[in-house]
C-alpha cells in the first residue's frame, strides 16, 4: 500500500470485527469510483481498547490504472462521536418529551383544577360553617325574643292583666323585623335578593343622603360628595343602593374612632384591557361610586376575608359581618363589582362599579316619602295561593279586613282549576314555590291563557328569579317579598287594583 505505511492487511488486522466489512466495502467502492475517500471505523489500540478514527484521502494508481496506495490522513473523532451521541440521545430524549408534552401537561393541568377544586371546597366549607354557626346564633337570639314576648302575652292575657301587653307585641314585632332584615342580607350576599332595577342619577342619590351620612357618622367627621358633571345613570335598586352606601360609610366611621374624613365621589370609567382583567369585569363603561377613609386601614389578610358572610374585626355585640358581603352580593346581583384598596394606617377606599345604562334617569330617589293609600271596602275578589296554611290564614285575614272577597287553594293544581272556572277574579296572589306540578309563575301563565289580563302578585320567602322569570314580569304582575308588613301587602294590592 506503500512504502511509509501499512499494507491493508496490517490496516484490516486491527479494525474492530464489527466494522471490517464496512471497511472492505469503502475500500472497495472507492477502487472502483476513484473518488476521494472519508470513512469511519474503530481500530484497535496498543493496550487493546478501540477508538475511532476517520481515514480521509485519495487512491493512487499505475499507469495502467492499478491502485498502489491510500495517501491521506487519520483523524482521531473518538470524542467527537462521544459528542455526537450524546448530542443524539439529548436530541432522542427532546423528542420525546415533545411527543407526550401535550399529554403530560393536560394531567397536570387537571391535577391543578383538582388540587384548586379541593381548595374552593375547603374554603367554601369553611365559610358554610362560619355562616350556619354566626346564622344561629342571631336567629336564636331573635327566636328566643319572639317566642319569650309570645309566652309572657299568653301568661299575662290569661291573668287578665293587660298593661305589658302591647309592650311584647312591639318587642315580638322588633326581632321579626331583625330576622326578616337578616333573611335580606343573607340573600343580598348569597345574590337571591328581589331587586326593583330602576334607571337611576348618583349624583342625585348621593345628594339626598348627604344629611343622613353627616348625622350618622356624627359630628367628629367631615363627610365631602364629589359628583361629576355628565355623570351616566345606572340601571339599579336605588334603596339597595343606599343601604349600601350607609353600610360603606359605617364601616369607614368605625374606622376613624377619633375622627376623621369619609370622601364619596360618582365618576364615569371606562374599565378595558389589563384594568378589566386586574377587576376581573367586563370591558365596557361603569358608574364608579367610591367611598374613601382616612382610618386605620385593612391588612392584606382581612381584606382577602372582609367580604365573608359573619367575618368582622369589631367587637362581639357591634357587628354582624354581613354589611360588605350584603354590598357584594348586590353589587354582583346588579351587574357590577366591588373592589377595596387600603394601606394599614392611611385608609381604605372601597368602590362600587355599576354598569352605565343608556337611557335617561327619571325616576327621584331621594323623593322617599310617598302619600298613605287610601284603603275602600270594594269587595273585589282575589284569589290566594298558597302551600302554607298559617300564610294563608294571615293573607285572608288582613285582606278580608280591607273589604276584599277571598277564594283559597293551596297549590297550582286547584289555583289553577279555579283560574280556568267561571269564578270572578280580580286579582290572583300566589306563592311562587308551589306544589301541584307548576310553581307560581308558571300557573300565572296558564291562568292568562284564558283570563289574558289577570292580575297577579307573586309572593315569595326568597327570590325565585328564574322561577318568577328574572326582570321579565308581564304587565299586571308584582313581586312581593315575605316576611312582608301588612300595609306593604294593602298598598301592592291597592296599587295592582287601581292599574
Same mark, same amino acid.
Given at each position: 500500500?506503500?512504502?511509509?505505511?501499512?499494507?491493508?492487511?496490517?490496516?484490516?488486522?486491527?479494525?474492530?470485527?464489527?466494522?471490517?466489512?464496512?471497511?472492505?466495502?469503502?475500500? *472497495?467502492?472507492?477502487?472502483?469510483?476513484?473518488?476521494?475517500?472519508?470513512?469511519?471505523?474503530?481500530?484497535?489500540?496498543?493496550?487493546?481498547?478501540?477508538?475511532?478514527?476517520e481515514a480521509n484521502g485519495r487512491v493512487d494508481r499505475a499507469d495502467d490504472g492499478t491502485p498502489l496506495s491510500f495517501p491521506g490522513v487519520l483523524i482521531n473523532v473518538d470524542e467527537r462521536r462521544a459528542v455526537a451521541a450524546e448530542r443524539d440521545r439529548a436530541t432522542a430524549a427532546l423528542r420525546s418529551l415533545n411527543d407526550t408534552l401535550e399529554q403530560r401537561v393536560a394531567a397536570r393541568t387537571a391535577e391543578l383544577m383538582q388540587a384548586e377544586e379541593k381548595l374552593r371546597q375547603s374554603q367554601k366549607m369553611e365559610a358554610v360553617g362560619q355562616l350556619t354557626g354566626g346564622l344561629a346564633h342571631d336567629f336564636n337570639n331573635l327566636l328566643a325574643g319572639i317566642s319569650g314576648a309570645l309566652e309572657l302575652m299568653n301568661t299575662r292575657i290569661a291573668q287578665g292583666r293587660w298593661?305589658?301587653?302591647?309592650?311584647?307585641?312591639?318587642?315580638?314585632?322588633?326581632?321579626?323585623?331583625?330576622?326578616?332584615?337578616?333573611?335580606h342580607r343573607l340573600l343580598a350576599f348569597s345574590r337571591r335578593q328581589t331587586l326593583d332595577p330602576q334607571p337611576t342619577d348618583v349624583n342625585r342619590l348621593m345628594k339626598g343622603m348627604t344629611d343622613l351620612i353627616q348625622r350618622t357618622v356624627g359630628p367628629s367627621i367631615v363627610v365631602e360628595t364629589i359628583g361629576t358633571i355628565g355623570l351616566w345613570p345606572t340601571l339599579v335598586d336605588a334603596s339597595q343602593?343606599?343601604?349600601?352606601?350607609?353600610?360603606?360609610?359605617? *364601616?369607614?366611621r368605625d374606622a376613624m374612632p377619633d375622627g376623621g374624613r369619609i370622601t364619596i365621589e360618582a365618576d364615569n370609567q371606562w374599565i378595558e384591557g389589563d384594568v378589566a382583567r386586574m377587576h376581573d369585569m367586563p370591558e365596557g363603561h361603569y358608574l364608579s361610586l367610591c367611598v374613601t377613609d382616612t382610618g386605620t386601614g385593612m391588612t392584606p389578610d382581612v381584606i382577602a376575608k372582609a367580604f365573608d358572610p359573619f367575618f368582622t374585626t369589631k367587637p362581639i355585640g357591634q357587628g354582624t359581618g354581613l354589611g360588605l358581603s350584603m354590598i357584594y352580593g348586590f353589587a354582583n346581583q346588579s351587574g357590577g363589582r366591588v373592589r377595596i384598596q387600603s394601606q394599614v394606617g392611611k385608609g381604605t377606599s372601597i368602590s362600587l362599579y355599576l354598569p352605565r345604562y343608556d337611557g335617561t334617569a327619571t325616576r327621584d330617589e331621594s323623593d322617599v316619602h310617598q302619600a298613605p293609600f287610601e284603603f275602600t271596602q270594594s269587595g273585589e275578589t282575589i284569589l290566594i295561593v298558597d302551600d302554607e296554611?298559617?300564610?294563608r290564614m294571615l293573607l285572608t285575614d288582613a285582606l278580608g279586613d280591607l273589604g276584599y272577597t277571598l277564594i283559597e287553594a293551596a297549590d297550582s293544581l286547584a289555583g289553577l282549576k279555579l283560574l280556568r272556572s267561571d269564578v270572578h277574579i280580580d286579582l290572583l296572589i300566589t306563592d311562587v314555590g308551589l306544589p301541584g306540578g307548576m310553581n307560581g309563575r308558571q300557573m300565572a301563565d296558564a291562568g292568562r291563557e284564558v283570563r289574558p289580563h289577570l292580575k297577579t302578585l307573586f309572593i315569595t320567602g326568597y327570590a325565585e328569579n328564574a322561577a318568577i322569570g328574572d326582570e321579565q314580569l308581564g304587565p299586571g304582575m308584582r313581586v312581593l317579598t315575605k316576611p312582608f308588613a301588612i300595609d306593604a301587602l294593602a298598598a301592592r294590592v291597592q296599587e295592582l287594583m287601581s292599574a
Open positions: 500500500m506503500g512504502f511509509d505505511g501499512l499494507s491493508l492487511e496490517q490496516v484490516i488486522a486491527t479494525v474492530h470485527p464489527e466494522d471490517k466489512q464496512g471497511l472492505i466495502d469503502a475500500i *472497495n467502492a472507492v477502487i472502483t469510483s476513484g473518488r476521494v475517500y472519508a470513512h469511519q471505523y474503530r481500530v484497535r489500540r496498543a493496550d487493546g481498547l478501540y477508538y475511532w478514527i298593661n305589658d301587653v302591647d309592650k311584647y307585641i312591639v318587642t315580638a314585632q322588633g326581632a321579626a323585623k331583625r330576622a326578616a332584615a337578616l333573611t343602593l343606599e343601604n349600601a352606601l350607609l353600610n360603606l360609610c359605617i *364601616n369607614a296554611p298559617t300564610v
